[in-house]
């Protein structure tokens, strides 16, 4: 199982980006979807999740600015990200936990700066 993450770059604070992540490999289909960060000198933090039902949990740093959606059909999840606050700046993972293997897998991460 692959993930990758892509669509990070340089915004202007107050602008909008949208991150992708594609999941390919061995599996049937896309499990709980995640989105964490990881500021520079701090620990990676979870900042959105989407299940396969389409529910959707946000941290407080993000919620009422972040989006999670997922195109199962493209085995991709999203994360729109609105309103950019300069605290945004940082990498963004994206994650799953695939239950017939017992282990989670990991994007490579895509940089997110929030600056002008």
């Known amino acids: 199982v692959q993930l990758q993450a892509s669509g990070g770059g340089l915004v202007q604070p107050g602008g909008s980006l949208r991150l992708s992540c594609a999941v390919s490999?061995?599996?049937?289909?896309?499990?709980?979807m995640n989105w964490h960060r990881q500021a520079p000198g701090n620990q990676r933090v979870l900042v959105a999740s989407?299940?396969?039902?389409?529910?959707?949990v946000y941290s407080e740093s993000v919620k009422g600015r972040a989006i999670v959606s997922r195109d199962d059909a493209r085995n991709t999840v999203y994360l729109q990200m609105n309103n950019l606050k300069p605290d945004d700046t940082a990498v963004y993972y994206c994650?799953?936990?695939?239950?017939?293997?017992?282990?989670?897998?990991w994007g490579q991460g895509t940089q997110v700066t929030v600056s002008s």
């Open positions: 989407i299940n396969t039902g389409g529910g959707t």
């Open positions: 490999g061995s599996i049937a289909s896309m499990p709980t």
């Open positions: 994650s799953t936990y695939v239950s017939d293997l017992r282990r989670s897998f």
